[in-house]
């Protein structure tokens, strides 16, 4: 005799519905995994290899591996945005590995990846708060656009460059969480985690 793949009472041939719960046997296994999911999966672990890869340039370019330009020994000049730089690179590479671990359980259906990335979600927004005035800070106050009044215009439009690559980070980064904070809490992922989480 065949199980109701919900509540997993047994079920009777001849009829349509699971008596305990009431479920149609003939509905879609919610269980299988959203194409949404896959995507919000496998976006994540690509983002997470790539902010290894962010971390790994910054550390170069911190330690003079790799030569930063006359704009970055400036910017780098500012005490609050080098502090601000050690933090993201320590937080930053704790958050891109916990994407890649939760964008494999994703691709897995485990719940506990899904309710941890809307925890990362969540911190992402908040970190953009915090970066955008960070960014405001060091770009307008301080040393760093003191010192390019007095720099070449090259050094100038590499200050301009900079800036609008860390704005378009700072708004774009909530946004990006947003739309996948909404992809996840969708009911036919909802319940598809929820499936999961009874059969396993």
Known sequence: M???RYCGAQLSDE???????GRSKSQ??????????TIVAILQIVSGVLGLLGIAVAI??????????EAQRLLYSDSVWWAWTIIG??????????????GVGLLQMRPRARSVALWLLAYSIVMAVITLFVTIK??????????????SKEVQGERFLMFSGNMCSVLGSPIYAVILF?????????????????DG
């Open 2 to 4: 065949a199980t109701c």
């Open 15 to 21: 009829i349509e519905y699971c008596l305990k719960c």
């Open 28 to 37: 879609r296994a919610v269980g299988k995994r959203p194409k949404q999911v």
């Open 60 to 69: 170069s370019q911190l330690t003079g591996v790799w030569r930063p330009s």
């Open 89 to 102: 690179i320590l937080l930053g590479a704790m958050v891109a590995t916990a994407w890649i671990i939760v």
């Open 138 to 151: 060091v770009f307008f106050i301080g040393p760093f656009p003191v010192g390019v009044l007095y720099a």
């Open 182 to 198: 909404i992809v996840l809490t969708r009911k036919t992922v909802v319940d598809a985690f929820q499936a999961n989480r009874r």
